[in-house]
């Protein structure tokens, strides 16, 4: 790693302990409103992979704050740029920011020089632009090796429910899925750059909120299940 490398992976392994213990206050909300999280209904956390793009991710940002529902994004870094409004508004309504690398390839197998121009680079952005560190990583494909977990210096987040929204489209198909297998301590993999995955996450919603589920985003899910996240551990869900 060259000397500026180093200075930016430093930094931003600073930035990120000095959140880690910067946990927002749990919130849930139902159809009918605010709820007051471990009294009522299952927790479920919705998560939205590869944008943001600026159609379908304002398109989905609207729905979400209509029903006050918090989400967890997992941003490519090239696409934050000229789109850090976006991501600034994520924060500001409640959702949860995450790191899905610059450019959307494979983490395993990488070299600590490649890993941290993936990872390191994107955290660097996000930071400047929410300033804070503290952002999970979510590996593409989901794929994960020993490198991987060593260099994260984060929690690694991938999924349980995945009804591959990417692949035909299918917005009915890809509602029916999710809620038939959706339980307590899911989280739901979606993507944000496709109009029929924002339709069907907003489907989902609208039906889970009817089966009494309560949606957080992962760091409250994981605090409200009592699971203690630790850097370069890898999770699926919070199943209680």
């Not at 450019?103 to 660097?124: C, I, K, M, P, W």
């Not at 590996?139 to 349980?160: A, C």
């Not at 850097?231 to 199943?239: I, L, M, Q, S, T």
Request: net charge negative.
């Amino acid at each position: 790693m060259k000397g500026k490398e180093k200075v930016v992976a430093l930094a931003l392994a600073l930035a990120l302990t000095l959140a880690g213990a910067r946990w927002r206050a749990p919130a849930a909300v139902t159809a009918e409103g605010p709820a007051e999280i471990g009294t009522q209904g299952p927790l479920i956390a919705l998560t939205f992979d590869d944008g943001p793009r600026r159609s379908t991710t304002t398109q989905l940002l609207e729905g979400l704050a209509q029903r006050g529902v918090a989400a967890t994004f997992f941003l490519i870094g090239e696409q934050v740029e000229g789109n850090e409004d976006l991501v600034a508004r994520m924060e500001a309504e409640g959702h949860q920011v995450g790191i899905h690398t610059w450019d959307h390839v494979s983490l395993a197998g990488l070299n600590a020089r490649d890993f941290y121009s993936q990872v390191e680079r994107t955290g660097s952005l996000l930071s400047q632009t929410l300033g804070h560190g503290g952002f999970f990583l979510r590996p593409p494909y989901g794929l994960v090796d020993n490198g991987v977990k060593k260099r994260s210096g984060t929690p690694i987040i991938l999924w349980s429910v995945d009804p591959t929204d990417w692949d035909d489209k299918n917005t009915q198909r890809v509602v029916s899925e999710v809620v038939s297998q959706a339980r307590d301590g899911d989280i739901i993999l979606l993507h944000d750059i496709y109009p029929t995955s924002v339709e069907a996450a907003l489907q989902i919603v609208d039906a889970l909120h009817a089966k009494g589920f309560l949606f957080v985003t992962v760091e409250e899910l994981a605090l409200q299940h009592h699971v203690a996240l630790e850097p370069g551990e890898v999770y699926c869900n919070f199943w209680p």
